[in-house]
């Protein structure tokens, strides 16, 4: 490497050496490229029908599974004003229809192998749908109307040309040119392509000089060939041998969504339109100069930090499209060259913004260094596992649309771009930048299937305040980057924080049910299969073993284990356990024994109400009553104990299933739970001749509502016995029978009832998971 002296200065020399490591790597990946990229495009016969590249055959095989899309067609579209010479712009369109083969290509299949041929391409003429008789109003509906026609209308991949052209004539001087592509013929950089050449060729045409542009000496068709001929054997392999182990395992993206997933991907789709300003971008270019890294690298690790942050998964996947236009001579070919490659960042650790860059600026030169490979060459060599209704690799893409720009300047007429919204979406998200006067534009696309329009504008307003955040403060962790805009701010804070609500704010548990047991003390409060227990039976029960529970010393801040099946002596038990001011501690039979020694250990449960057949089980570190022994109940005293709890006291405790570390007791007060069944009771109001079902796992807080919801408003509730709860069908049998109208499930369980159900509950609640839509 040769320079004039003096070139290597201090400074200079002092980032060689600080960089030496990432130069190298450099090197060593533009070797690698030269291997492919250096090797001539051979030309090949005019008349002879060529194989498709890989990227064309993908989309060819995607046509012959779903025809009919126009989700890969390329439109664009031109507002000209001024004095419009139209012999002068066909001839222009003509003569770039004979110098690019592409534009006159047609694909056919032989004996079932999709093949390419050039046409001859004939004098074109342009017959300008006449507007200007409209009125404005009218005239711009119309022009939007046929602009979307055109975007929208599918090729078919077997006609003689996936080239459209379309003239609007909306005033004498005021004309909209729109031209569209099927993706198998171009790319975003080659309708940059057509745009200046056109123009170019119209100066040239109307100025009477002969046309100017370079002699093409590559055509698209040897570039398919040259492609199939080089990417094979051992040059092929070492590329998808990055890719198989960089994308081995990739995780689907987890976003939460407004609408279930549909079967198959529909494709349809929305815009939402996102600006950052002058300052902000001016900022982003030099956070990535100091740090060594491109804007788009910048971009990419912000978006990559915004998905982190919408789903918690630090395994990110973001597909972005390289031009793959490194061969010599095609360069100004228009043509379908593009590449996908696959950016998977780890953005484990909670590294600072500075280091998820580093991270993004490896992956990236790592991957450039690679796309080479096609990528449908990568996706037939990972074998993912295949769905109808997603991207088998990713599902969201980062487009900066950073291609030359040339200025074009036909004489005597005004052009301006018109922005076209097809309404489609490939993937779930993808976001589309520019830079354009200082400062950067673009949209997001997502599938309207999946978000809605309010979805997707918080979004771009998180990605937005994460982007301002970064480059205030790169040394902050990613995990605490503030994402959120002052106005959801506002509405977190303030505006769905004004919770305040009327309830019996000094009222226990207990309490609630003595007051309904004074309404309706022959009213029946529980059912077990045949047997039925009035208010004024149970609450007596209650009574008699709060006062033995006393005894032994329960009071206020007891802790009191129950290992006790759904039964008419579990319900008792937890009221009397609050009558004494103690709080229960769920202990499920059904856990391993070191689990439940270890919450008794922990919540140093000192008394524990069991049934005898778990004598066995555990043991307290204080006395074990048996509350299925008759006994147990005689007593005397059988009105309610005086003794005053405070609201604020512990009501009971329950246990977190420890998936994640350690099971760790989560106590809840008397107020808490009342507060929540206030609201839920003028959420869901009962009605009369209403029955409530008790299936759920003490252990589990669903239990709580199931309990206590209906007790304490005078609504029967029905225990469904152990194995009953195991058994669907005799689970709806028994629900039947007895007219249970309020349910409480888990979304597995509710498939299999309704499954079973012709006859639906008034009320299913759905929990702990989210619930299949096609369900309700």
Known sequence: MNAPRGTLTPALSEQIAKHKKEIIGFLQRAN????????????????????????????WLLEQLEPGRSVYNLTRAVRITGPLDIGALES?????????????????????????????????????TDLSALLEEERKEQTTRLLLKEARQPFDLSGDRLFRLRLLKEHDDVHVLIFCMHHMITDAWSMGIFTHELWSLYKDFVNGSAPTLPELTVRYREYAVWQRRQLQGDVLEAHLAYWKQQLADAPYLDLSMDRPRPATQGFRGGRQPLELPPALTAALNDLSK???????????????????RHTGQEDIIVAAPVANREQRGIEGVIGFFVNTIALRVNLSGQPSFKELLRRAREVCLDGYAHQAAPFEKVVEALNPRRELNRHPIFQTMLVLQNTPRRPANPPGIRLESIEIDNQTAQFDLSLYLREREGKLLGFIEYSVDLFDAATIARMAGHYHALLENAVADPDRSIATMPMLSAPERRQLLVEWNNTAAEYPRDTCIHELFEAQVERTPEAIAL?????????????????????????????????????????????????????????????????????????????????????????????????????????????????????????????????????????????????????????????????????NCLKTSLSFVDSVWEIFGALLRGVPTVIVPELTAKDPERLVGYLAQHRVTRLVVVPSLLREILAQCHDPRKHLSDSGKPGPAASW
């Open 527 to 691: 059912e077990l299969e045949n047997e039925r227990l009035t208010y004024r039976d149970l609450n007596g029960r209650g009574n008699r073993l709060a006062y033995e529970l006393k005894e032994l010393g329960v009071g206020p801040g007891k802790l009191v284990g129950v290992m006790v099946e759904r039964s008419f002596e579990m319900v008792t038990s937890l009221l009397a356990i609050l009558k004494t001011g103690g709080a229960y501690v769920p202990l499920d039979p059904g856990y391993p024994t070191e689990r439940l020694k270890f919450m008794i250990a922990d919540a140093e449960i000192a008394i524990l109400l069991t049934q005898r057949k778990f004598a066995h089980r555990i043991a307290a570190r204080g006395p074990t009553l048996f509350v299925d022994e008759p006994r147990r109940r005689e007593s005397k005293r059988a009105g309610n104990p005086r003794n005053r709890v405070a609201a604020d006291s512990p009501a009971y405790v329950i246990y977190t299933s420890g998936s994640t570390g350690t099971p760790k007791g989560v106590v809840a007060l008397h107020r808490g739970a009342v507060n929540r069944f206030t609201w839920m009771w003028k959420t869901y109001p009962f009605k009369p001749d209403e029955k």
């Open 92 to 128: 222009s369109l003509s003569k770039l229809i004979r110098r690019h083969e592409s534009l006159r290509t047609k694909f056919v299949a032989v004996e079932g192998r999709p093949l390419q041929c050039a046409t001859v391409h004939e004098s074109l003429r342009l017959n300008p």
């Open 32 to 59: 690698a490229r030269l291997e492919i990229s250096g090797t001539p495009i051979p030309h090949i016969d005019d008349h002879q029908p060529s194989p498709l590249s890989f990227a064309q055959e993908r989309l």
């Open 290 to 308: 100091r740090e060594g890294v491109t804007l788009f690298m910048t971009l990419l690790a912000a978006f990559q930090l915004l998905l982190y």
